[in-house]
């Protein structure tokens, strides 16, 4: 969705909450996560936490921040005269702050999709997840003590207590679904995209369900018949919410992220659209879906239809063509450095 989006097609204007869906799923993901640990572990261990998430992600979005650089020094980016700032953002995970300070608003980035570009603007939404699991992990290990102390209190005969984890998620998810266009009202339409806390509901609605698909371990049959609903939603969105305006500007965006939700809550169960979303080239792509995000700003900054001499589709299979090798790459580069450091595979 997004790099159709951001190839300049004109019959997907609302691919941009392709990035929505990947905030909902890595919320999912990543509660799943710490879920799954602190039953194992009876702890969250914070320290392991965050080294798993940077060697995950850093060294890719690395790689982007210096092969940017290598090329502005070269002058592939002599007109954006903000770049600096970019780099700054992209390397202290702020970028969406720094978009937010600056003059330009994500409805003109958007409308710049089919011309020049600055390289690093992608990097707002990753700075928007990767301040999400510096917090988080903190957030439930937090909670998770407080169910502790709940039990204690049960143990002794104290009234019955509501269980802080569940009520704390849920919580936290219902403020961020509302605050989000109370935020758009009051600060605007580039604050409801931007502002990590218009935007962190999404995050949080994936959250939510891990924590309900994790104490609801059936998985009914009827979960199936969720998915292509929820997935209508998603492409409805993607092919009629308008580019620089809409519901994504209005704060609507995390209820939005049920439909998303209700997807990934749909393909628990054996269906033929998991099967269809588990075949190994679309599998594949999920893999590296982090570095085809990563990866694709940049070359499709440089690859433009004047550089080129193309446009349309033709101009998009030229961009897609790296924009698949690059994240392959890195992906394999990934798997070699991990088993030379760790051949016994103690991970």
Same mark, same amino acid.
């Given at each position: 969705l997004v790099?159709v989006f951001?190839? $300049?097609?004109?019959?997907m ?9 990947f905030?909902?799923?890595?919320g999912?993901?990543i509660?799943?996560? /710490?879920?799954?640990e ?6 969250v261990?914070?320290? #392991?936490? &965050? ?6 992600l850093?060294p890719?979005s ?10 502005a020094a070269?002058?592939?980016? +002599? ?5 600096? #700032?970019?780099?700054l ?6 970028a969406?702050?720094v978009?937010l300070?600056?003059?330009?608003? &994500?409805?003109?980035l958007?409308?710049?999709? !089919? ?18 699991y510096?917090?988080?992990?903190v957030?439930? !290990?937090?909670?998770f ?5 709940? @039990?204690? #209190?049960s143990?002794r ?5 509501? +269980? *802080?984890v569940?009520v $704390?998620?849920v919580?936290l998810t219902?403020?961020?679904v ?7 009202s009051v600060?605007g339409?580039d604050?409801?995209?931007?502002a990590?806390?218009a #935007?962190?509901?999404?995050i /949080?609605? $994936? ?5 309900? /698909?994790h ?6 049959g009827w979960?199936?018949?969720?998915? *292509? *609903?929820g /997935? ?11 580019? $620089?305006?809409? %519901?994504a500007?209005?704060?609507?965006l %995390?209820v939005?992220?049920?439909?998303s ?7 628990q ?23 085809? &995000?990563l ?7 440089? @690859? ?5 001499? @193309?446009?349309?589709?033709a101009l998009?299979?030229v961009r !897609?063509?790296?924009?698949l090798a690059?994240?392959a790459?890195?992906w ?6 991990r088993r030379?450091? +760790?051949?016994g595979?103690?991970g």
């Open positions: 790099l951001h190839g $300049g097609f004109r019959w204007t609302g691919g941009y909450v392709g990035v929505s869906v905030f909902t799923l890595s999912y993901l509660t799943s996560l /710490l879920l799954v602190h039953e194992r572990t009876g702890t261990r914070l320290g #392991r936490f &965050y080294a798993r998430r940077m060697k995950r850093l890719a690395t790689v982007c921040v210096a092969a940017v650089t290598v090329a070269g002058g592939a980016f +002599d007109e954006f005269p903000g770049l600096r #700032r970019d780099l953002g992209a390397v202290f995970q702020v969406n702050w978009k300070v600056g003059d330009a608003s &994500y409805a003109d958007t409308n710049a999709s !089919l011309g020049r570009v600055a390289p690093l603007e992608h990097y707002w939404s990753l700075a928007i997840e990767e301040q999400f510096w917090v988080w992990p957030v439930v !290990l937090v909670l003590r407080l169910r502790g102390r709940v @039990l204690t #209190r143990a005969g104290d009234r019955r207590w509501s +269980d *802080p569940t $704390g998620v919580a219902v403020a961020s509302a605050a989000a266009p109370v935020i758009a600060w339409a604050a409801a995209y931007w990590t806390p #935007r962190v509901g999404e /949080l609605i $994936g959250a939510s369900l891990a924590l309900v /698909l104490v609801v371990t059936a998985r009914p979960l199936a018949w969720l998915a *292509p *609903p /997935l209508a939603v998603v492409m409805w969105a993607a092919l009629t919410w308008p580019a $620089g305006s809409g %519901p500007y209005e704060g609507w %995390p939005f992220a049920v439909a939700a209700v997807v990934i809550a749909g393909v169960v054996p269906s033929p659209l998991q099967r269809v979303l588990g075949a190994r080239p679309v599998a594949w792509t999920g893999t590296i879906s982090y570095g085809l &995000y990866y694709h700003w940049p070359l499709f900054a440089v @690859l433009t239809a004047d550089r080129v001499g @193309l446009d349309g589709v998009f299979g !897609l063509a790296p924009t690059a994240p790459m890195s394999w580069a990934g798997g070699v450095s030379c450091w +760790d051949p595979g103690r």
